[in-house]
């Protein structure tokens, strides 16, 4: 189908967006194969077809009349009969206007195609990032479930060699790895949700393979071109067509005629050839045509405050994604130091557990303090991954706003390149 492919184009497009490390290619092909999108398809082949039954003319009529006059007591009987052939015409300027109407709700079907394309992209991605920001989390917690159990076996062994062992501490520790487990286990349950999520999305089948993350750059995303902006002004060219339609429904409806006529029969017949013109009389209809024009006003006011509002949505979301993304450089700049601080310092400190030290950070104290740093250290790690989560989903919500309608024009073209 054309408008497959005109939309595979367009997406392709808004692909080189991406950024170079992420691969739009496979997100993009499960947008395009989804109910929703052919659902979006089906609407503008329907509005395409509409564009040929636009400002068509009304059918001729053909009437065709005979009758027989009986005069009783004479001989002259009459009989007569009639054909007549009658043009409606359209009123002046409805033609155009049907045409221009049926034009801009084309436009209308192709910027809602846009934007299911972009929301489904951006729901898909926005899921996708939450899940791969769960998994991250569920590979920090491991580790720390990890380090926190060679504390424990630390414990266990001085327990086991006869030394000195706070029983506390070692329910601590304990206690805090079942915690961690229990968040290890419901992240990866919020993972497995995040993933679905897309896949509900993308209307993909739960075995089904799901694409890699991608999201478009920011400083590629534009308020002109938008697909929400492209249908609020395909929405007011739509609702100025409406209204030169309800101003032509003030002119007269006007009708043209030529009728045949022949009465009586033989050497005596007698034929008529006429011409008939028709008008109504716009009495009533001249108000019906200002009510509908200002209803059609205030339909093309509110499709310019939407296209407004989209422009302004579109800005905010790029200044968000934006924000999130300093946000991030920030975590990453700032927690790196205190990751590798932390870190060494739990070194120090497990040495000092191992051997049993009997410093004032030694021994069993030393335990607790060490379980502190390990947690502050995934902590830092944690903050990073939300960090970069909360990016990659601004980044995602930035397909609402990727401007297909150019190449959607320019690949309807015959011979232009895609």
Not at 10 to 24: K, R
Request: glycine share 6%; charged share 25%.
């Amino acid at each position: 189908m054309r408008v497959r492919r005109v939309l595979l184009l367009a997406l392709a497009a808004a692909a080189s967006a991406a950024d170079a490390a992420e691969d739009a290619a496979p997100l993009l092909s499960a947008v395009t194969g989804s109910p929703a999108l052919e659902s979006a398809r089906r609407r503008i082949d329907a509005a395409q077809a509409r564009v040929g039954a636009a400002g068509r003319l009304a059918d001729p009529e053909l009437e065709a009349m005979g009758s027989r006059a009986n005069r009783p007591g004479t001989v002259d009987d009459r009989s007569m009969w009639e054909l007549s052939v009658r043009q409606p015409l359209p009123r002046r300027g409805e033609r155009a206007a049907d045409r221009e109407r049926a034009t801009a709700v084309v436009s209308m079907a192709e910027a809602e195609l846009a934007m299911v394309a972009g929301d489904t992209a951006a729901d898909a991605a926005m899921a996708l990032a939450e899940a791969e920001g769960a998994r991250a989390r569920v590979a920090l917690l491991e580790t720390q479930r990890s380090r926190l159990g060679t504390a424990l076996a630390s414990l266990d062994a001085r327990l086991a060699a006869g030394a000195t062992v706070k029983l506390a501490d070692r329910l601590t520790l304990r206690s805090r790895i079942a915690a961690l487990e229990l968040t290890i286990e419901e992240t990866r349950r919020n993972a497995a949700d995040a993933e679905a999520a897309a896949r509900m999305h993308l209307a993909l089948a739960s075995e089904a393979p799901l694409p890699p993350f991608a999201a478009p750059e920011i400083s590629t995303i534009r308020a002109e071109g938008s697909p929400a902006v492209a249908l609020a002004e395909a929405r007011a060219t739509e609702a100025s067509a409406t209204g030169r339609m309800a101003r032509v429904g003030a002119n007269p409806m006007t009708a043209v005629g030529l009728r045949f006529e022949r009465e009586g029969g033989g050497s005596s017949a007698q034929d008529t050839i006429g011409l008939a013109v028709s008008s109504e009389i716009p009495w009533r209809s001249r108000a019906y045509a200002r009510a509908g024009s200002r209803a059609a006003e205030a339909e093309r006011a509110a499709a310019q405050a939407d296209a407004e509002t989209a422009r302004r949505r579109v800005t905010n979301a790029t200044g968000r994604a934006a924000r999130a993304e300093q946000l991030a450089n920030a975590a990453r700049r700032l927690a790196d130091d205190t990751r590798r601080r932390l870190e060494a310092e739990h070194e120090i400190l497990s040495g000092t557990v191992s051997v049993g030290s009997a410093g004032s950070m030694g021994g069993d104290s030393a335990v607790l303090h060490a379980v502190d740093i390990l947690e502050r250290t995934a902590e830092t790690q944690l903050r990073i991954v939300e960090a970069e989560t909360a990016a990659r989903t601004a980044r995602a919500e930035l397909w609402r706003h990727v401007a297909a309608g150019k190449l959607l024009d320019s690949a309807t073209r015959p011979g232009s390149p895609p």
